[in-house]
């Protein structure tokens, strides 16, 4: 066991004005399985990349463990994967390289294959089975379940979590509580260590949360009673000091020192409410800094005329004389938020793609009425480029409800001036969601809509699915998202 120690790190991209990091202090066990969590473009894989030794920053970060990245660049894809092992862990014995791929279900003779005839799901597997084998290593695991489907990530999860040692960047909630210990969260003002998974740390968050609100309302409440006192006090004491120089109901003269005295001490009380005013505050200051901004989202559906939507009667798809999927039959009402599962490779997203009017090659009948209007979203975010002024204006979308759609999803104004292609990958899927929400269609249908995205976003984007009742068929990996939304499984 050893400690990652971070003391005072700031950090800033050259010609940005604002700091990533400001001052931030926290230590790590080396031992830890540490889950690390916080919202899009708030810095999670930068800090991955000075731990990496790949920017200059001010501070210290001193560890006694060699940093190892994933996913990890392998240059020559056609070599066979044991040679490809090999080269990340050339001391590990075969035995122990067989054991580790085993301990992930895959089998033996993929190793004998070349890299690129492996799925992206095996890929992940025999890489992370590689940097497992490292000694004195502490891996820095960025985003590893993007290519995975549902079992896929339920064996990966299972084998990290006998795992240890590692940093884990992970926006999948089930993913995440199965093989963590301890969480590292970036909020919006500093970065704090929490021991236990995702779920208690989402709790403990919700309970600090609501206690900063209650305080708050608390505090302003006192503070308007604060404002109303100090201000009679001072008009009492502007009364009292006034009437100095006036004479009794008797004609006789006011006794100004008695008047003085009193007068000073109203002017004295008003004071004390004024501090105590200050003082409250500047103790409502310190709340709310981290509370994530979740406001509600918004989609108007049409109504189409008729209740059945679409049906597959039937349905074969092929690729190459390869059949991908057979006889594959099922119907989406007006209402109904349909989930499609099956294993990667399986033909699921070939019939959105073939239900959204694409050229797929298949047998069978797919009814639908040539009214049916659809917003599709993409896997494929490459073709984003330019503005988003331009895009709104290219997608006939309306550039004010579109831009208020991604402040909701936690884009700040300065992200409005950059090109798209600057974008993190979970900003860009955020663009194509505001964009689907912002179309008027009878059926909406998404294909793997939460790659890269944060989990509150992903809560954001559920209760908006479960509120507004839109009919949808989507493509979705999140068994957590899977589970609240969906109303139809249909498994391939």
């Not at 379940?145 to 079992?151: A, F, G, M, P, Q």
């Not at 709790?203 to 100090?230: C, T, V």
């Not at 001036?417 to 689907?436: C, H, P, R, T, Y």
Request: hydrophobic share 35%; charged share 30%; net charge neutral.
């Amino acid at each position: 066991m050893s400690m990652i120690n971070v003391t005072n790190l700031t950090f800033a991209y050259e010609g940005s004005y604002d700091n990533i990091f400001e001052n931030v202090s926290f230590q790590i066990d080396t031992d830890w399985k540490l889950g690390f969590t916080g919202r899009n473009g708030r810095g999670k894989t930068t800090f991955l990349n000075l731990l990496l030794g790949k920017y200059e920053y001010k501070g210290n970060i001193s560890a006694n463990v060699n940093f190892e990245y994933f996913p990890y660049e392998v240059k020559d894809q056609e070599n066979f994967t044991i040679d490809v092992i090999r080269e990340i862990s050339p001391n590990s014995m075969d035995w122990e390289i067989v054991k580790e791929l085993s301990m992930l279900d895959m089998d033996y003779d993929a190793l004998y294959r070349q890299f690129y005839t492996l799925s992206k799901g095996e890929q992940t597997k025999a890489l992370l089975a590689a940097m497992f084998l490292k000694e004195n290593s502490f891996l820095l695991i960025d985003e590893p379940t993007n290519h995975l489907d549902i079992e896929g990530r339920k064996k990966l999860s299972d084998y990290l979590k006998k795992k240890k040692g590692f940093i884990l960047i992970s926006h999948d909630r089930a993913f995440l509580d199965n093989c963590i210990d301890h969480i590292l969260a970036i909020n919006k003002t500093n970065i704090e260590i929490q021991k236990g998974n995702f779920s208690s740390w989402w709790r403990n968050k919700e309970l600090q949360d609501g206690f900063e609100l209650a305080e708050n309302e608390k505090l302003k409440k006192d503070i308007n009673r604060l404002s109303a006192a100090a201000k009679r006090s001072s008009i009492w004491s502007d009364k009292v000091e006034s009437s100095k120089f006036g004479t009794t109901n008797s004609g006789s003269k006011i006794d100004r020192g008695y008047v003085g005295h009193k007068a000073a001490k109203m002017m004295q009380r008003a004071k004390n409410i004024e501090a105590r005013q200050q003082n409250a505050i500047e103790e409502k200051s310190k709340l709310l800094k981290n509370i994530e901004s979740n406001e509600s989202l918004k989609i108007v559906p049409l109504t189409f005329h008729d209740r059945k939507l679409v049906e597959l009667s039937e349905v074969s798809i092929h690729y190459d004389n390869k059949t991908v999927c057979e006889k594959i039959s099922f119907t989406i009402e007006q209402g109904e938020r349909v989930a499609i599962q099956g294993k990667n490779g399986s033909g699921k997203s070939s019939i959105l793609k073939l239900i959204n009017g694409e050229n797929i090659p298949h047998e069978g009948i797919v009814r639908k009425n040539n009214k049916l209007i659809i917003s599709y979203v993409s896997q494929d975010t490459s073709s984003l480029q330019g503005n988003l002024t331009a895009y709104a204006e290219k997608n006939s979308i309306d550039e004010s409800l579109f831009k208020a759609m991604l402040r909701k999803l936690d884009f700040s104004r300065e992200q409005f001036e950059k090109n798209m292609e600057d974008f993190s990958g979970g900003q860009k899927k955020k663009v194509l969601i505001a964009k689907s929400l912002c179309d008027r269609a009878h059926l909406y249908i998404w294909d793997e809509p939460l790659n890269f995205i944060d989990v509150i976003s992903r809560m954001q984007i559920e209760e908006l699915l479960m509120e507004y009742e839109p009919t949808i068929l989507f493509v979705e990996h999140d068994v957590t998202f899977c589970e609240n939304v969906a109303t139809k499984t249909i498994r391939l």
